[in-house]
Nanobody, 123 residues
């Protein structure tokens, strides 16, 4: 199983980025997917998760209303649209897959992890 995250980069505060995570080696449409991030010196934290059919999503309060998770099962890809970015959003962003149809905020519930993509937000 491989999860390939991309789309990170340098952006000014207030800007937007869209992260992508393409999955291979698994039946993508039967897996819930999530996004997490780890800032320098901090623990990895939950951001957003989505069910297999996109009808159920969960967000952390810190990104609710600014970030949107979505997926395209035909492309085996999950996305994270990030708007109104802040310097405190600077982190390495990870996608993860869960051998369950339903999303979860607990990172211990995820079975597969991507390599991470760096997002840097300048003030």
């Amino acid at each position: 199983v491989q999860l390939q995250a991309s789309g990170g980069g340098l952006v000014q505060a207030g800007g937007s980025l869209r992260l992508s995570c393409e999955a291979s080696g698994l039946t993508f449409s039967s897996h819930a997917m999530g996004w997490f991030r780890q800032a320098p010196g901090k623990e990895r934290e939950f951001l957003a998760a989505i069910s297999w059919h996109s009808l159920s999503t969960h967000y952390d309060d810190s990104v609710q209303g600014r970030f949107t998770i979505s997926r395209d099962n035909a492309k085996n890809t999950v996305y994270l649209q990030m708007n109104s970015l802040k310097p405190e959003d600077t982190a390495v962003y990870y996608c993860a897959g869960r051998v369950s149809s339903w999303p979860d905020k607990n990172q211990a519930e995820y079975d597969y992890w991507g390599q991470g993509t760096l997002v840097t937000v300048s003030s």
